[in-house]
């Protein structure tokens, strides 16, 4: 079973940066696509961010295109979400999952298989 453990949250100011870090404890075929999901209090999840871990093919919501980055090291078995310019809105619990769907349904949460805990991330003066 493929687990995944995120780090990294916490309060930060408007105009602050955090990085998340999501560790994976194996990659397998099943597993192909990383992905970073957010759940804001009272919302439905919403996509953040994806990428294979191999090639350079990444994909943003327009929310967070220009702010933030997602990157891995395959070595580490670790997947990264850079975020910068954060603002009030982006105050949510971020998850990230591993799966493989077909990258055009890369968005869509029920095509990831396995799940991390989640970490809270507020932005708030």
């Known amino acids: 079973q493929v687990q995944l453990v995120e780090s990294g949250g916490g309060l930060v100011q408007p105009g602050g940066s955090l990085r998340l870090s999501c560790i994976v404890s194996e990659r397998t075929t099943d597993a192909r696509i990383m992905a970073w999901f957010r759940q804001a209090p009272g919302k439905e999840w919403e996509f953040v961010a994806a990428?294979?871990?191999?090639?350079?093919?990444?994909s943003y919501a327009d929310s967070v295109k220009g702010r933030f980055a997602i990157s891995r090291v395959n070595a580490d078995n670790t997947v990264f979400l850079e975020m910068n310019s954060l603002k009030p809105e982006d105050t949510a619990v971020y998850s990230c999952?591993?799966?493989?769907?077909?990258?055009?349904?890369?968005?869509?949460?029920?095509?990831?298989?396995?799940w991390g805990q989640g970490t809270q991330v507020t932005v708030s003066s």
């Open positions: 990428m294979y871990w191999h090639g350079t093919t990444t």
């Open positions: 999952a591993a799966g493989q769907p077909n990258w055009g349904s890369r968005g869509r949460r029920e095509m990831y298989r396995y």
